[in-house]
């Protein structure tokens, strides 16, 4: 069946440090990703899409993900947190091959130190 | 434009009492979902509407049901509100069913039953 994972529930970093959320993907198909953010209180909004070609997409707010199929894995990364990153971060993938079934991962909770 | 937009924000319930949940998008898109989301799993479709007259069952349907009244609005009904159901709620919309789209969620409904 098909699986989503995000194995950091809550990671802490220092604003300006680096930042990189992990997302493992189960699925028998060629699978479409996303990275979504939800601040608090609010829903969530897209950061950036995967469909094909370059493996490396770029995303709002500074944000990037790399996409490796070997390792189905599809990790956000952003160079410098900045304190209004704090938030909630999800995980997506859909496939057709599965009914258009999109699948969220359970979400990392990051908080930015000052 | 004001995306998606839902009601209640905020709703205590006794168990065994029924409430609708209202959603409404302004951007002319086909598809409409509704999913649960709660601490640890991440977001959880309960129903779907690919396009307006159709409905469908999620991965967790039970103990709701749903329409589509035309194509702007989609509501979510309990019919006897259970503590299981104690969650928060979002609506959110695609341009049409297909796993590539993004989906624009709305800022959420937060359920007590007790």
């Known amino acids: 069946a098909q699986s989503v994972t995000q194995p950091d529930i809550h990671i802490t970093v220092s604003e300006g440090a680096s930042l990189e959320l992990r997302c493992n993907y189960s699925?028998?198909?060629?699978?479409?990703l996303f990275w979504y953010v939800q601040s608090p209180g609010q829903g969530l909004q897209l950061l950036l899409k995967?469909?094909?070609?370059?493996?490396l997409v770029q995303g709002i707010k500074g944000f990037e993900a790399e996409f490796k199929r070997s390792q189905s894995s599809f990790n956000l990364r952003k160079p410098s947190v900045h304190w209004s990153d704090a938030a909630e971060y999800f995980c997506?993938?859909?496939?057709?091959?599965?009914?258009?079934?999109?699948?969220f991962g359970a979400g990392t909770r990051l908080t930015v130190k000052p | 434009n004001a995306g998606v937009t839902q009601t209640p924000k905020f709703q205590v319930l006794k168990t065994g009492q029924s409430m609708t949940l209202q959603c409404a998008q302004d951007?002319?898109?086909?598809?409409m979902y509704w999913y649960r989301q709660d601490p640890g799993m991440g977001l959880r479709l309960i129903y779907y509407?690919?396009?307006?007259?159709?409905?469908d069952k999620g991965e967790v349907p039970n103990g709701y049901n749903v329409s589509r009244l035309n194509k702007r609005e989609f509501s979510l009904r309990l019919e006897s509100a259970a503590p299981s159901q104690t969650s928060v709620y979002f609506c959110?919309?695609?341009?049409?069913?297909?796993?590539?789209?993004?989906?624009?969620f709305g800022p959420g409904t937060r359920l007590t039953v007790l």
């Open positions: 951007m002319n898109h086909n598809s």
């Open positions: 959110a919309s695609s341009e049409d069913w297909a796993a590539y789209n993004e989906q624009f």
């Open positions: 509407s690919a396009s307006e007259g159709t409905t």
């Open positions: 995967y469909f094909s070609g370059d493996t």
């Open positions: 699925y028998g198909a060629t699978p479409y």
């Open positions: 997506a993938v859909g496939a057709q091959a599965y009914n258009n079934d999109m699948r």
